[in-house]
């Protein structure tokens, strides 16, 4: 019964967080209009098309829209080939043809989980496995992809939306269908870097999570999993998550108020179904991380993101546990975005990271 009262309230929650958001959309269409007009016409017939992965019209659609509709990315049906280096957003027939054939389950989890690879004539023995930020424009994931492609790495993006964060069990069926694509689709890849950016770390967690629960499931990607980069982690408190879905929803100030609102709004409504089990994960994500080499990039002036919190956490693992962990900090940054702002800085952290992982750096770095 009180999981019935649950799944009702977070239908009813996601319905008004719905509206919001549409309201949202049109504040900010004057901006996006031609944008989202070259988009929308490459992608309408995917997002209208029913599927496993757009879930029913209601909560969902609020994030499967967001994805299409605010000149950020579609990614439901691209497949990236490698194309004189650059990465190509459609698929003619002729080279989906030329594939082998694939079950319908594998077709759809390619579609879900593409990989973008490194260089069409060799094949990597190394894949980054990139859990984004919620909102992330595809700008920004592609240079995350080319700055391991120089390294000669495949990348693959793991895209967050809100409803992975507003309802844990969504999260969850992110992790598992993961998983399973990895084990059956990645079993080439010898070494897995894992490289994730806020709300991104609470769909890692959760793959964790599930990594722990059935090692005779995924063992095998846990051992073949080298190290983890964590970009702004989201950790501190519930206002710290609701104010950066507001971030993440609108650019328009008023909403980005409005929406935490409706969000502690809706955590109390949900409380057992989402802060407790948010609470777990955020203990299971300090108690018990993966034991390899870590790297975090955090700020001080960083909302979402509590400096201190970030510290301690840094503290704890550097005294507790027996693995690498590497921090850069800085005074002035931006959430997510490190890499714009200080891209120097960032890229050779990152690189004498790398370095420093026996066997995984077999080319020379074009960084």
Known sequence: MDKLIGNRVHALCGQRLDYIFKHSQSINSAVHKQRNRSINSTVHKQVNKPSALTGNRTFCTMVNISSATAGKRAFYTEIYL???????SSVKLTEVSSRPPMSDETSKMSEKFNIRLANSCQCSKTLVIIFGFYGAPEKAIGNYCRLYHGYGFDAMYVPSFLKHFAWPNNSLELATDLLS?????????????????????????????EMYRAPELYSSIEKRIEAVVYDSLTIGTLKNMAH???????????LQTV???SMSLYFKLTNKYTVQVYEHFIDLFKQKPLQVPTLLFYCKNDPMSEYDVVEALVHDWKTKFSFSVVNKSWEKSKHSAHFLVHKDEYSKTLDNFLKGIPGLLKIESKI
């Open 82 to 88: 490698p194309t004189s280096g650059r990465v190509s």
């Open 181 to 209: 694509f990895v084990n059956r689709s990645c079993a080439k890849y010898e070494h897995i870097l894992i490289h994730a950016f806020s709300m991104g770390a609470y769909n890692f967690t959760l793959c964790m999570s």
């Open 244 to 254: 950066g879905v507001g971030m993440g929803l609108s650019k328009n100030r008023v």
């Open 259 to 261: 929406i935490p609102l």
